[in-house]
């Protein structure tokens, strides 16, 4: 059974640091383009930051681009996101996803139970 499991959340203040963990089982996603979305109280999922298979390409929206980074390492088949400086509008449920494809990445065939991430001001 495959199944993405997201670690890391919970509360920070603002203009901290925090590191989301995906640990994915089941199968490896080598091959698999990841991403992360964010679901903030109230509105929609939305895409936050994608990696290529190999992690040599990245893609943000603007509206994180320069304080989140998304990064991989195959080898542990593991996917991290790092939010720097995170504001009180961070605040949503994170999740993470695989075989991602299409506009935005929204089309992902696997997807994690997600974590709560609230940033204090």
């Known amino acids: 059974q495959v199944q993405l499991v997201e670690s890391g959340g919970g509360l920070v203040q603002a203009g901290g640091s925090l590191r989301l963990s995906c640990a994915p089982s089941?199968?490896?996603?080598?091959?698999?383009?990841m991403a992360w979305f964010r679901q903030p109280p109230g509105k929609e999922r939305d895409l936050v930051g994608a990696?290529?298979?190999?992690?040599?390409?990245?893609f943000y929206p603007d509206s994180v681009k320069g304080r989140f980074t998304i990064s991989r390492d195959n080898t542990k088949n593991m996917m991290w996101l790092d939010i720097h400086s995170p504001k009180p509008e961070d605040t949503a449920v994170y999740y993470c996803?695989?075989?991602?494809?299409?506009?935005?990445?929204?089309?992902?065939?696997?997807w994690g139970q997600g974590t709560h991430v609230t940033v204090s001001s």
């Open positions: 990696i290529s298979w190999s992690g040599n390409s990245t």
């Open positions: 996803a695989a075989d991602c494809s299409g506009n935005y990445y929204r089309r992902c065939v696997y």
């Open positions: 089941g199968r490896s996603f080598s091959d698999s383009v």
